[in-house]
DNA sequence: AACTTATTCAACCGCACGCAG
DNA sequence: TCTGCGTGCGGTTGAATAAGT
């Protein structure tokens, strides 16, 4: 889109030298990344892997800080991300899970394998609030942050419409932290109200906002038609859950993985099988956002199967859209 | 064709957090 | 405990491009 600048050189940084105090002025580069760029960190990191970015951005010979290499691999680089427009499923995930997360960027790009904080981000204010906006709608999506602490009363749609009233519910066993990462127990210890197949309690064709006592949209329309054309259609029934609500997420921990077959989990929302090669990728590494380590050989983004991840995201709440 | 306005999105900025010394 | 550093996140900016007049 843009044309990189290549005389976008800027005194940034200081540093003091050795000889005793005296200023030296480092020259670090600001603004577009030119191709050059691209290929020295695209170079270094494929021959040296993560490391601290600092040492990444001098060690790749670039006039970058590490802040900025860092940047432009998550957001550009990185070869497991996705390009292009995002598809009407994502969209749908990504309303769904801004209406449970807020502004959570990195969460939701989290769950959206080959997608950046950055793009969702971008999207979402580009596009999508303006959709919801022109829907007529202006309330769909507080922020957790916006919630109102008092209510611990739970709204619930129900079929028709109805209105169910739930308990109070015992909010404290879920993790809150927003970091995602340590979540992964959240749903036993809730009992796992966000597990779909509590029928008895949600209604699988609604979204409930989380965040507060806010309407929400009806997401039972197939996904391929008018993907947002409808959200006209609001829900008037919510469900709200006070405080900050964390969605147990879907890379976990750490541990060195690769893509070799049968790799399995305890925690089976940890990964993702793929039924199609009969190889399950820990989704850590599909995501790549959170991982320190980069071993995306042979995974390729645009393949990926959603029947597949949503079908073992267990503890994704309201995976309720129409998969085609 | 020229100009204006709207949109998109890459990149920056500031802050918060975790960790090591 | 304090401090500095590295990292990650969310908000914001602003240039390039598209669309409209």
Redesign the pocket.
């Known amino acids: ?3 990189p600048e290549h005389n976008n050189v800027m005194m940034v940084k200081d540093k003091v030298n050795n000889n005793g105090g005296a200023i030296m002025k480092a020259k670090l580069r ?4 030119s191709p050059e760029e691209d290929e020295k960190l695209m170079n270094y990191m494929v021959t040296n892997g993560q ?4 040492d990444i951005a001098r060690n790749a010979g670039l006039q970058r800080c ?3 290499c ?3 691999w998550i ?2 680089l990185r070869p497991d991300l996705k390009r292009g427009a995002f598809s009407p499923q994502e969209e749908h995930l990504i309303i769904h899970l801004h209406s449970i997360l807020g ?5 939701i790009a989290a769950r959206l394998p080959g997608r950046t ?3 969702i ?3 979402w ?3 999508i609030k ?1 959709r919801l906006k022109n829907a007529g709608n202006t309330t769909t999506s507080s922020s957790p942050n916006n919630s109102d602490s008092s209510d611990h009363q739970l709204k619930a749609s129900v079929g028709g419409g109805g209105t169910v009233f739930m308990q109070e519910y015992e909010v404290g066993g879920v993790c809150m932290d927003s970091s995602s990462s340590s979540c992964s127990s959240m749903a036993t210890q809730f009992g796992n109200p966000f597990n779909p197949n509590h029928q008895h309690h949600f209604n699988n064709n609604n979204i409930f906002d989380v965040n507060g006592v806010v309407p929400m949209f009806n997401l039972q329309h197939e996904v391929g038609g008018g993907v947002l054309g409808d959200y006209g259609e609001m829900e008037p029934y919510v469900m709200a859950l006070e405080n900050d609500l964390s969605v147990p997420g879907l890379e976990v921990n750490n541990t060195t993985s690769n893509f070799d077959n049968n790799i399995t989990s305890v925690n089976d929302s940890h990964y993702i099988n793929n039924n199609d090669n009969n190889q399950s990728i820990k989704v850590e590494e599909l995501v790549g ?2 991982g ?1 380590h980069w071993q995306g050989e042979t995974f390729k983004m645009g393949e990926l199967d959603w029947e597949g991840l949503l079908a073992n995201v267990s503890s994704l709440p309201y995976l309720d859209f129409h998969l085609e």
């Open positions: 889109m843009r044309k600001k603004g577009l990344w490391g601290c970015w600092s590490g802040k900025s860092r940047l432009r957001n550009y502004n959570r960027w990195s969460q904080d950055n793009e981000k971008n999207f204010n580009s596009t303006k956002a959170a320190n």
